[in-house]
Every structure is written in structure tokens, then in C-alpha cells.
């Protein structure tokens, strides 16, 4: 993407009875006219509160008032908000994202407000009490004696009226008599690091100039670097480097990560390396902090952000350097409400405000690694890992020649390569990416498959919960008795294994093994996510089971042998972008082998060792790997070498939905070198009880879409009975 806004801000601000344009958090596609009311003064980026039909509804000044609608219908700015006003280059991302992802750019507004009383008044500080000198007067009674016991230390009123095992009126009644002090305890600034450690690791010489390029990007305005190395290289240690150097300017930083919540071994190690925390930003905050949190970063007292993709959308007045790790990671991907990748966004804001961005990977993605081709951004590498540990050894195991038995799914060189890093006294990994006991139960007597009533998907056993669950919409029942199909009694069986199936076997095998396993299930949040990673530092845990969550960034020294135990998983499903997928899946698994003193050992079972990615896996040649993605891509004219758009038509009603589509491919745009496929079903065709058609609209990199595709749905004109989704640069095609 390139940077090209709309927005107008004009250096002037508005006076009392001027006409404003007013943006609202709402999916309206443009801002409203208002009128400046009497003693404002308002200039673009304003907070402000206006009415809308019955109620009050905050907005921001987003330029002059069109002018279109008369001075006797336009009416009146309630209230200017008492907050800084969004940044200009806010403003602009909010332009631009709007533009680009063909989506209502009060959609994009309400991203940043992300908090739905951000512009509340901030919550007060909390107040504390602590016991002082009883007054003369003061009339003593048993309980007031328990509450000034307690309050030896300063302490919430409710916690103190709790300890003393009195009512809040005996805690209010002491403070009123002048016995207990009331403190107001300032709020720590999350993130502010007013005062951290400026010393890191010694950097190997690779290291060091690695993280020389990148603090001297700080003073260079808007560039991209990627930042490349095998999983242990020490990227981190290095992107801590421009973090510092970022904090030396007094700039602020923002970290994107991806899944925050399973991040807390790196928020452990930001905190060692820099003596403080940063403000952690994702979906999992509370109002109240994430309320504090926002006016942190837009009052400029907050420095370093580290979130999930929302965070891109903070308010930043300052914002200096701009990190993505993992870049290649799906979940930057936001598939609902505004579809957009939250990488290359980044990208974008780095240009809007002129800064650096850093994009750090072990398995760059296509389009990154394309970009670096081109010239478009910069590569750094990091070619070896730090402390001299080797790259651990890759093998296939052939399971055409290795099958183990019947509803078991661990080969026998898997099996004895296990116990013997076992009786080595090391840790060993099996991954396997599937939740729950088995992906799929069916009826011994008639094959009926259980499916989600409200989505294209096979019911997931959990068996620890005693429940059958869909992973899309989260619909759960429990195992009918008997087959709704046949009558059959007692006639289900499990088919095929998750993690949760995969442990019995292990324990079956390995009886005197310490088992976990780690899924975004089994973790109820960061806390029981930073227990379980203790556990296998102190080496409680001998062999761990895991889905895809074990494969992000974890450091474990003592583990040595990884199993991956259905390698072909991810290839399944026809999805270009599949090889790459599961390639850097892989990768990042294999990563987590012997990252320490012992060479590690990685195990793939496969029944296609030939396929191109075990061969790339096997051989370490991710080169090739790469060139041969590329060439398929670019002759099939897809992503990045050519533009694609997936336009997902979805109802209650499969009958409409389908009309909508047909109608849609018949007005299709032709000319221009544009192609659109489809409709076809999507890939989940009924998702959460609504029917879903795809089309795909293909064409070259240079094309305007977003306009190609405002003419089309215009020429559609507006559907009320289904929804039309645009899903510019689309993840799987
Ligand atoms: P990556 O992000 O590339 O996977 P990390 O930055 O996590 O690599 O580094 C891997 C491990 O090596 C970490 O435990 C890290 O603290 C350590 N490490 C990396 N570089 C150094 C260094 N220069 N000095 C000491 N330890 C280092
Ligand atoms: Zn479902």
C-alpha cells in the first residue's frame, strides 16, 4: 500500500457559527455538518459531543463543514471534550484505512475509540485510609478500635471495613471524626518507563550491527527493515536495541505482537531488559484500565505499547518507532467488521508519520520478502544463533512405512526417539495442531457425522469438558445417546486425534512421563499461560503437548526433541497460500528444539515426505523454498504479484444470498485486465447460521481496486437482506 490521504486539515480553527464536520464512531460512510457553538473554538482533531436524533454522541472535527447542509438545519456542538486532540496523523490513518479497505470510515473512527467511554473523564484516583491520632472527642467504640487497628497501613475503605469485620458506615464515620487520613494514591502511568535500564546483552558482532541499522534508521524518517533470523538469532535482543535507542529521543514505541495474551514470557523479558513494563493493549483488558490506558497514550505520558493489533489504532501523539514480530503471523489478520491486515497498516502509519518500522520473522512472508526484493524495504540478518547453538536436525519419518496401529497416531521411530531424550533427562514436544479429544465423532452404524447446526464444521469432542463444540462459533452440545439418524444406541466413536487423545496415548507409552498440554483452551489467560511456561523451565514437565500456541517464541532450554505428529495437516484445503502456511508453521515449531547447549532433534510425520515443504523443511533451503512459492504465485497472477479482493455475500436466507451473488457476477467489471471468479461457497459456507457466497475479483498490482470495487457495488445498489463484506488483500485464497 501507498500513502495517499484525503484527509483536509486545515491550519485554521473554527469560530461560533461556523459550520464543522464532524466524525462519528458509527458505520456511517462520511462526518455530519455541525454548527461551532457559542464561546467554542474548535480546530480539527477535537473531541467533541454532539447531538444525534434523541441522544448525545462523541465524535471528532474532522475538517470544515461541506457546506451542504443550510445553517437552519445544522445543529450545535454540544460540548469540546477536555483531551488532547487526535493526532493529525491519526486522522490520516483513519483516511487511509478507510479508503483502502473499502469500509465506512466511521467504522475506522470507532477503532480508535476503541474504548466505548475513552472520552469519560478519567476514573478518579483510588483513595486510601490510614489511622491518625485519635481527636479527644472521639467516642471509642469496639469496632471503630478493629478499623484503627487495621489501618496501620494505608488501605481501601472497602478492604479495611473487611479486615476490621465492620460495616463501611464505621469506616466513614472515623474519617468524617478526623481518626483515619484520607490519601489519594496516584495511578502509575502504565508503560511511561520514566526510568529504565539503558543496558542490554553484549551483542555478538552480527547482533550489533544489526541493531546499529536499525537506531540509525531513527533519525531517517519512514523507512521498512526487516529483520531476519532463525528462531534464537537474538531478533528480540536486537529490536530491544531500537526500542532503546527510540526511548533515548523520548519517542514513543509501539510493539505489535501476535495473540498478546499467550506473550508473557516476552513481557517477562521486557521487563528484565528494561527494568519496567510496558502498557499491554488487547482484548482482554478491563474498561477501567483500558479507559486509563488510552488517555496514557494520548496525553503522550505513556512510552512503549505492546499489543495485538488493535493497538495500531492508539491515539499516539509522538510515536517514534514501530515493531512487528512475526510479521508473517495469520492473526494479524482482522477478519471481522473492518478486514484488514494489521501489518502492512503498520506500515501505513509509519509512513503517514514518518518513522521506522522494523518487521522482524524467522519465515518472512512472501509479500514482505517481495517487498525486499524490489527494493521497497530494507533486510538485516541474523544468520546464526546465538551462543553457538546449532539449528536442530530436521528428518521425516514416512508414515507409509512407519503406520503405527489402529487409534494410535505415534510412529515407532517417533516412540523410541522419545524415550531416549526421556532417559537423557531432557524435555521433549509433540505438536499437534487440534484442539480437544478428536476433530470429528461419527455413527458406527449409519457414518452420520456430527455437525454445528449453524456452521459448515464437524463437532469437536473435548472430552475433559464432557462436551462436543464447534471451534467457529462456539456452539456446544453433548454426545446424543443414541444417532438422531439411525436410533442406533451408544454408537458414536471418536475419529482421529487432538491433543487432548494424544495425551492418552502418551501415557499409555510413557507412564512415568510428566504431562501438560498447552492449548488455547487448556490456558485460561496469561496467568495460567506464564504457570504452565515456569513448569517447563523448572523442569517439571517432560514432555509437552501442544497446538499451535507452543510454537510462538517460547524459550525452552532443556527441550531437545520435537514430534510434530501430523505434518500435513496445515497442506489440506486447496489454499494457495497453504504451502507457505504450514512451511512457516513448521519452521517456528522446529524452532522451539534445542535453542540451548543440546542440539535439538526435529521429527516430521508425513505421509508426503516428497511434498515441497518437507523437502524445504528437511533440507533447511528456505531459498528455494521461497523462489518456487514465488514463481507459482506470479504465474498465477496471485498475491503478491497481482491484487486480489474477495467480496463474501452472506445471509440467514441461501436462496437471497445466492441471488445477490449471481446478480453480482453479472455485474461484474470486465475490462481493465480485472477477472472475478465465482460465486463459489466460501471457504466455511455456512458460518454461524448465515449462508456464505464468494466471489474473487483478480487483477494486476498496479489496479485501483478500491474504486473497481466502489462502481461495482454501486451499480448493485444497497441490499438490505444480506451483507456484502470486502476483504481487500484477502489471507487464504
Ligand atoms: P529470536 O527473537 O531471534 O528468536 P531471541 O532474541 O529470543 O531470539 O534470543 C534467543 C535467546 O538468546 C534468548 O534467551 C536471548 O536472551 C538470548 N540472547 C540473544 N542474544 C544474546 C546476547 N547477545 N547475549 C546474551 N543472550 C542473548
Ligand atoms: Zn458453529
Known sequence: PTANSQAQIPPASFQPGEAVAILLPLPLAGSYDYTVGPGQRLAAGDFVRVPLGGRTVCGVVWGAGSGLVPVEKRRAVEECLDLPPLPEESRKLVDWVAAYTVSPLGAVLRMVMSVPAALDPPPA????????????SLKMTEARRRVLEAAGQPL????????????????????????????????????????????????????AAAAAHLRAKLS?????????????????EVYFEAVAAALEQGRQILVLLPEIALSAQWLARFERRFGAPPLEWHSELGQAQRRSSWRAVAEGRTRVVVGARSALFLPYPDLGLIIVDEE??????????????????????????????????????????????????ERVHLPLRHGGADMPDLAVIDMRRHAPPRQTWL??????????????????????????YAPLTLCRGCGLRLQCPHCTAWLVEHRHAGRLQCHHCGYISSKPPVCPQCQAEDSFAACGPGVERLAEEVAAKFPDARVRIMASDTLSG???????????????????????????????????????????????????????????????????????????????????PDDKVMRALVSGDAEEFYRAEADDRRIAGMPPFGKLVALIVSGPDPDQVDRVAQQLARLAPRDGGIEVLGPAPAPLALLRGRHRRRLLL??????????????????????????IQIDVDPYSF
Open 526 to 608: 496469561p496467568r495460567a499461560t506464564a504457570e504452565l511456561i515456569a513448569s517447563m523451565e523448572r523442569r517439571e514437565i517432560d514432555l509437552l503437548i501442544g497446538t499451535q500456541v507452543v510454537a510462538k517464541g517460547h524459550h525452552f532450554p532443556l527441550l531437545t526433541l520435537v514430534g510434530v505428529v501430523d505434518a500435513d495437516l496445515g497442506l489440506a484445503g486447496g489454499d494457495l497460500r497453504a504451502a507457505e502456511r504450514t512451511f512457516q508453521l513448521l519452521c517456528q515449531v522446529a524452532g522451539r528444539a534445542g535453542r540451548a547447549a543440546r542440539k535439538g532433534r526435529v521429527l516430521l510425520q508425513t505421509y508426503q
Open 411 to 436: 510412529s515407532a521411530p517417533l516412540v523410541a526417539a522419545v524415550e531416549e531424550s526421556l532417559a537423557a533427562g531432557e524435555q521433549a514436544m509433540l505438536f499437534l495442531n487440534r484442539r480437544g
Open 328 to 377: 508473517h503471523d495469520s492473526s494479524f489478520k482482522q477478519e471481522e467488521g473492518v478486514i484488514y491486515h494489521a501489518r502492512d497498516m503498520a506500515v501505513v502509519r509509519a509512513r503517514l508519520g514518518g518513522l521506522p518500522i522494523v518487521l522482524a520473522s524467522a519465515t518472512p512472508s512472501l509479500e514482505t520478502q517481495t517487498n525486499v526484493e524490489a527494493g521497497r524495504y
Open 698 to 723: 483478480k487483477a494486476s498490482r498496479s489496479t485501483k481496486v478500491q474504486g473497481v470495487i466502489r462502481q461495482w457495488l454501486g451499480r448493485l445498489g444497497p441490499q438490505s437482506a444480506v451483507r
Open 220 to 236: 531517517g524518517g519512514f523507512s521498512v527493515t526487516l529483520l531476519e533470523g532463525v528462531t534464537g538469532s537474538g531478533k528480540t
Open 156 to 207: 481501601p475503605a472497602a478492604e479495611l471495613a473487611r479486615l476490621a469485620g465492620v460495616g463501611a458506615s464505621v469506616v466513614k464515620g472515623l474519617a468524617d471524626a478526623g481518626a483515619l487520613t484520607r490519601l489519594v494514591m496516584p495511578r502509575r502511568t502504565p508503560g511511561a518507563l520514566s526510568d529504565w535500564r539503558r543496558e542490554g546483552f553484549p551483542l555478538s558482532s552480527d547482533q
Open 125 to 136: 484516583d483510588p483513595v486510601a485510609y490510614v489511622a491518625a491520632p485519635p481527636p479527644a
